[in-house]
C-alpha cells in the first residue's frame, strides 16, 4: 500500500474480503490502519462500524475518527460518512467499513461504494471491508446455495477496481464458535443465526466462494502483469490463458435478465475481460412502437450490465440472429448467453427460433441458454447476512 501510494494520481483501494459477518475482516483492516499510522501515514476513521464487539472497539484506540453525517429521515436521525468532512480533511489513508452499504435516502450517492469511488478520484487511499454474498454476479449463486437473497449488492467492477484483495479467512466451525461465545451477535440472535444463515454447509459454500474471488483476483494480476512486459522472467505468457469474449443477448422482452447478465459477469472472468451486452432494436421496437413495461425492462437491464462492467452495444436490424452472428464474428466472441424462449414452441418450431439461427450462423461460439424465469425471493433464514 505504501509503495502504490507514491506517485499515484488516483487513491488505492484495498478490501478486506471475508464469507461472512464475524470473520474479523473490520479488526484485520484497522490493525492495518494501525500499522499504516506507525509508518507515518496520515490515516482517518472515516466510517467504522463495531457492532459493540468489544475486539473490534480495541483496535480504534489512537486513530482519529472523522465525525458522522446526521441525516434525517421519516422522522428518524440516522448516521452516514461525511464524505465532504473527509475529503476536505485530505488524509491519505481513509478506513471506510461495510461496503456494500446503502446511504439513507437524501445522501449524495446512493452506495457507500460510490462514496469511495469519490475519494479514490480524490486521491486518498482506501481500506474497506467487504463479505463475499455481497457481489453482485454471485448473487444467484449464493440464493442457491444459502436460500438467503442478499439485498444489499455492489458490483463486481468496485472488487475489481481493488489494487489489493485480502481474504480474511476462518474455518466454519471456529466462526460458530465465535457465535456461541458472543463475539458475534447478542446472545438472543445466536441460535438462530446457527440454525439459519450460519449453517456448516452455507458458511462452507461461501468459504469456497471467497476464496475463489482472492484466487482469481491474483490470476487476473499475474495476466496484467504479463501484458505490460513486468515480470516476463516469472511468468510466461504461454502461462496465462486469454481472457473470454462473452457476449449476452438482451432483448426487449427480457427472460431471466438479470441472471443472464450475472452469469456473463462470471463467466468474461476478470475485470480485464471484454464481454458485451448486446441490444437487436427492430422496427418494431422502435421508441413510438415499443411497450412501455418493455422500455422500462429492457433500460433496467442495460443499466445493470454497465454496472458490471459489460460494454453495452445497441445494434438496428430486422433480423436479429443475423446481426448477433455478424457482432460475435466481427469480435471474436467465444461464449454467448441467451434466456430460454417464453414463446410457445409451435411458433419456434415453425418460425425458427433466434437462438436456433445463431447457433447456425455462428457455429464456433459457445453458447448459455438460461431458465426463462428469475429465481424465486427466499426470505432470509437467521442471522445478518
Not at 479488526?27 to 507515518?40: I, T, Y
Not at 482472492?214 to 522472467?233: C, M, T, W
Amino acid at each position: 500500500m505504501l509503495d502504490g501510494m507514491r506517485g499515484a494520481r488516483q487513491g488505492r483501494l484495498k478490501i478486506f474480503l471475508g464469507m461472512a459477518a464475524g470473520v474479523g475482516k473490520t479488526v484485520a483492516m484497522l490493525r492495518d490502519a494501525q500499522h499504516l499510522r506507525d509508518e507515518g501515514v496520515d490515516v482517518v476513521c472515516g466510517y467504522v462500524e463495531t457492532h459493540g464487539r468489544a475486539e473490534t472497539d480495541a483496535e480504534l484506540t489512537g486513530l482519529e475518527m472523522v465525525p458522522r453525517r446526521t441525516i434525517i429521515y421519516r422522522g428518524v436521525p440516522l448516521e452516514e460518512m461525511d464524505v465532504d468532512a473527509v475529503l476536505a480533511r485530505r488524509p491519505d489513508i481513509a478506513v471506510v467499513d461495510e461496503l456494500a452499504h446503502t446511504n439513507v435516502p437524501g445522501s449524495a450517492r446512493t452506495k457507500r461504494c460510490e462514496d469511495v469511488e469519490a475519494l479514490l478520484a480524490a486521491g486518498i487511499g482506501v481500506l474497506s471491508a467487504l463479505n463475499v454474498q455481497h457481489l453482485e454476479s454471485l448473487h444467484d449463486l449464493v440464493l442457491r446455495a444459502t436460500g438467503v437473497d442478499v439485498r444489499e449488492r455492489v458490483p463486481d467492477r468496485v472488487l475489481h477496481r481493488a489494487d489489493e484483495v485480502v481474504v480474511v479467512d476462518l474455518a466454519p466451525e471456529d466462526l460458530q464458535e465465535r457465535l456461541r461465545a458472543g463475539r458475534v451477535y447478542p446472545a438472543a440472535r445466536v441460535e438462530r443465526a446457527l440454525q439459519g444463515f450460519f449453517r456448516t454447509d452455507n458458511l462452507v459454500a461461501l468459504r469456497q466462494l471467497a476464496l475463489r474471488e482472492v484466487a482469481n483476483s491474483v490470476e487476473q494480476r499475474a495476466r496484467d502483469r504479463v501484458r505490460a512486459g513486468r515480470d516476463e522472467d516469472r511468468i510466461g505468457p504461454h502461462e496465462v490463458a486469454d481472457a473470454e469474449r462473452v457476449l449476452v443477448s438482451l432483448s426487449s422482452s427480457p427472460s431471466a435478465a438479470r441472471r443472464m447478465l450475472r452469469q456473463g459477469a462470471r463467466l468474461a472472468g476478470g475485470p480485464n475481460s471484454r464481454w458485451f451486452v448486446v441490444y437487436v432494436r427492430t422496427p418494431g421496437e422502435s421508441p413510438e412502437r415499443i411497450a412501455t413495461p418493455a422500455l422500462r425492462s429492457l433500460t433496467d437491464g442495460l443499466s445493470l450490465a454497465r454496472e458490471l462492467g459489460a460494454d453495452v452495444v445497441r445494434l438496428e436490424g430486422t433480423d436479429v440472429a443475423e446481426a448477433l452472428a455478424r457482432f460475435a464474428k466481427e469480435r471474436g466472441i467465444t461464449h454467448a448467453i441467451f434466456g430460454r424462449s417464453r414463446r410457445p414452441a409451435w411458433r419456434d418450431r415453425l418460425r425458427g427460433s433466434v437462438l436456433d439461427r445463431f447457433m447456425r450462423l455462428a457455429p464456433d461460439v459457445d453458447v448459455v441458454v438460461v431458465g426463462a424465469h428469475e429465481d424465486p425471493v427466499a426470505a432470509t433464514k437467521g442471522g445478518d447476512p
